[in-house]
């Protein structure tokens, strides 16, 4: 489970760990998208201290991306933390589950969290949060089913007609 800033107890523990005597398991780079990455993936087992159930490994993975174009450099570095120990899960195995999260993050979360400006929501109590997830996930894959691209755009496109919405799941019906 890769680790946030919205879970900032577990995430200062991971932080807190001895990483400089952590020796780097995995380097991988890729280029792609105007940009050449660099990811490090260093991995320790953990025995107690971790505020996660049957925490047993810990991952840190410092990506470092160059842009093609400009040059310009940058960095971030993730936390993860899982039960799997090392001779189930290397560390480039978990490097490529995280990076699997990235693009899960990318293709819903993040569609939710900018479209929807979803971590802003006044919903916060009981099912709500949830209810409210579930039905803006199934606006994204009923227009992502009908060929749309830009989530923004035909939010606004059906909102502006109600008979729109209905017309659309029609089409995924047939």
């Known amino acids: ?8 107890t577990l995430h200062a523990q991971l932080t807190a760990l001895p990483w400089t005597k952590v020796r780097t398991a995995s380097t991988t780079t890729s280029r792609g998208h105007g940009r050449a990455e660099r ?24 990506r470092r991306r160059r842009s093609l174009t400009s040059g310009a450099v940058t960095s971030e570095t993730i936390h993860a933390v899982t039960s799997l120990p090392s001779h189930q899960a290397s560390p480039a195995q978990l490097a490529e589950l995280a990076q699997g999260h990235w693009a899960i993050e990318n293709q819903l979360h993040w569609v939710r969290d900018v479209t929807y400006d979803e971590d802003h ?22 227009l992502r089913l009908t060929g749309t691209t830009n989530i ?19 089409k995924i019906s047939c």
């Open 121 to 142: 929501h006044r919903a916060r109590t009981g099912n709500a949060p949830q209810v409210m997830a579930s039905l803006r996930n199934l606006a994204i894959t009923i």
């Open 1 to 8: 489970m890769v680790v946030k800033a919205n879970r900032p």
């Open 39 to 62: 990811r490090t993936v260093k991995a320790t087992e953990i025995r107690a201290g971790i505020d996660f159930p049957h925490a047993v490994q810990a991952v840190r993975i410092t």
């Open 152 to 170: 923004a755009q035909a939010l606004r496109h059906h909102a502006r007609r109600p008979q729109r919405p209905l017309e659309t799941i029609k």
